[in-house]
């Protein structure tokens, strides 16, 4: 039997993964390593030489989820239960109107600092859409009504932590929703 990791560095703007590594090891084998080279650790932290690169990267797709978004996100277009680590950067761009109908946002999950900016800008892809917080949401924001054009850009930043649910108010039913964790810089 054989453990696998594999990690994924997500690609702004493009809906896309690239593998960085995958790593198989048997039980019972010496290849397997027992991660104080950093290479084969499961939980997405760097090792003792960094050689896995750690968390942190620049839109690194994380699995450490927390379970609020994971579960307002479970019936979200291009959401597959990892959230893309933005921490360190003083703004982030999310694409509205991402995928092949245009009704996603991208990435769907992000995890930033508190101060920092995001700017949601439009592809012209999927109709017309607007980008609302929800109830649940720590914060109220909303971009104004629904537009379709493409490069229309809407700006927030986040100064307090906690957890921030928003969707496309008009393709909500159709899985348009995005979150944000916004952690202590």
């Not at 994380?62 to 978004?69: A, F, Q």
């Not at 959401?79 to 009704?103: C, F, K, N, P």
Request: glycine share 18%.
């Amino acid at each position: 039997m054989s453990d696998r990791l594999s990690r994924r560095r997500y690609v702004a703007g493009t809906g896309a993964a690239l593998a960085l590594g995958t790593l198989a090891g048997c039980s019972g084998g010496g290849d397997g390593g027992d991660g104080s080279d950093g290479s084969d650790s499961s939980d997405g932290s760097d090792g003792s030489d960094g050689s896995d690169g750690g968390s942190g990267g620049a839109g690194e797709a994380l699995d450490d989820v927390p379970g609020e978004i994971d579960d307002y996100l479970a019936d979200a277009r291009m959401y597959e239960g990892t959230i893309a680590d933005y921490t360190g950067q003083d703004e982030v761009t999310v694409a509205v109107g991402a995928g092949d109908i245009g009704y996603a946002f991208d990435p769907p999950a992000i995890r930033i600092d508190s101060s920092t900016t995001v700017v949601w800008e439009w592809t012209g892809q999927g109709g017309a859409h607007n980008v609302a917080s929800v109830e649940a949401s720590e914060s109220d924001f909303e971009s104004g009504n629904a537009v379709a054009e493409e490069g229309t850009t809407f700006e927030q930043s986040f100064d307090n932590t906690g957890i921030q649910l928003y969707q496309c108010t008009p393709h909500q039913g159709n899985g348009m929703l995005g979150a944000i964790e916004v952690v202590e810089s």
